[in-house]
């Protein structure tokens, strides 16, 4: 049974090794040990006195964890993600995100989030540091994209959702975006789910299913994020799962969107779970059915790309709604 510390940010010096005392473990380099930065510490043993390490100076908590992925099914979590305006993910009526798979220009984000708050969307996705299979791909304005997201917030009123490709864009991500992303491609990079976890600023996490990951994996990524919230003293999970299509022997579509992951995700967890038919269909007329389907089965909503000349999109063009299918999406959305 794993025992999670955390420390407070003014632990003395002897927190650490009183702790390790108190848990019988002879060295924070014991094997039972498992250190996920210098104020969160995770240690396997059956049991412990719990009440004592809470009360050495220096600990903000101690808890003993019961199941496999404790925290992720904690009942007693509220899962509802609530954006700075106002919109609520989980739980009610379904929302959706939606812009354009990369920002490219200040006037290319801002009428495409135009266009998608016009039509409902209550917030506007939109990569800037961009993961991209081919290396000779364009990968992304990095922080200017970021610039023209906020610039596009600013406008609209949108909270802006935008990935971090890797621990060292936490900081700036965080500084920009509304909800940080955490890509397909990087569901298992496990210090990055605990590092924009653990960020002080607290935002909020999407966190993409990898393509080749179980839905075990996905929650045990999940569980990373959440001993970041922990380790920051957030209480909250603030963290939505997203359904975005797995590689299958079918490759008639981009990926095999898991239409089955919605009851199953719902039935383990609290967390919200959206659903990214434009990934996963990898064909704009494909995406819309998709997008039903998904939210026939429980998605809380969903993430779609959206560019005003989706042809020429500079990333994943294919996909990518054009205003008016948005608009048509939108109003089949509404009249389920
Ligand atoms: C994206 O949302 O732009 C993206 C790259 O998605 P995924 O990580 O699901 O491939
Ligand atoms: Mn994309």
């Known amino acids: 049974m794993p025992i999670v510390v955390s420390f407070g940010p003014d632990a003395p010096a002897e927190t650490a090794a009183r702790v390790l005392e108190l848990l019988d473990i002879p060295s924070p380099e014991d094997r039972r040990c498992r250190w996920h930065d210098s104020g969160l510490l995770v240690v396997r043993s059956d049991s412990g006195p719990l009440d004592r390490v809470r009360q050495v100076a220096g600990v903000a908590r101690a808890v003993a964890l019961p199941d496999k992925h404790p925290l992720v099914s904690a009942e007693e979590r509220s899962g509802v993600v609530t954006l700075p305006n106002g919109a609520r993910i989980g739980g009610g009526a379904p929302v ?12 290319q984000v801002c009428e495409i989030a135009r266009i998608v708050k016009e039509a409902g969307a209550v917030a506007l996705r939109g990569g800037a540091f961009k993961p991209r299979t081919s290396p000779y791909a364009f990968g992304g304005l990095g922080e200017k994209g970021l610039e023209f997201l906020a610039r596009a917030r600013e406008k609209t009123g949108l909270p802006v959702v935008t990935e971090a490709l890797d621990t060292s864009h936490v900081d700036v991500v965080a500084r920009y975006a509304d909800m940080i992303q955490i890509g397909s491609r990087n569901m298992s990079n496990y210090p990055l789910l605990f590092k924009a ?3 002080p600023s607290g935002k909020p996490i999407l966190l993409k299913r ?4 179980t839905i075990e994996e996905l929650l045990m990524a999940a569980e990373y994020v959440l001993l970041g919230r922990m380790r920051a003293g957030i209480d909250e999970p603030r963290l939505i799962l997203c359904e975005r299509g797995i590689r299958t022997f079918d490759d008639s579509l981009r990926f095999t969107l898991d239409v089955g992951a919605f009851p ?7 967390l919200p ?8 269909a990898g064909a704009r007329r494909h995406v819309p059915p998709l997008a039903m389907a998904a939210l026939a089965a429980g998605a809380d909503g969903l993430l779609v790309e959206v560019h005003v ?3 020429r999109a500079w990333s994943d063009a294919e996909q990518s709604l054009d205003p008016e299918g948005f608009r048509k999406m939108m109003e089949a959305v509404r009249g389920r």
């Open 309 to 311: 000349d989706p042809d």
């Open 96 to 107: 959706v995100i939606a812009g354009p798979c990369s920002a490219e220009s200040e006037s």
């Open 264 to 270: 199953v995700l719902k039935e383990r967890t609290r």
């Open 273 to 280: 779970v959206l659903a990214d038919p434009s990934h996963a």
């Open 197 to 199: 976890g653990s960020h």
């Open 210 to 213: 990898g393509f080749a990951a």
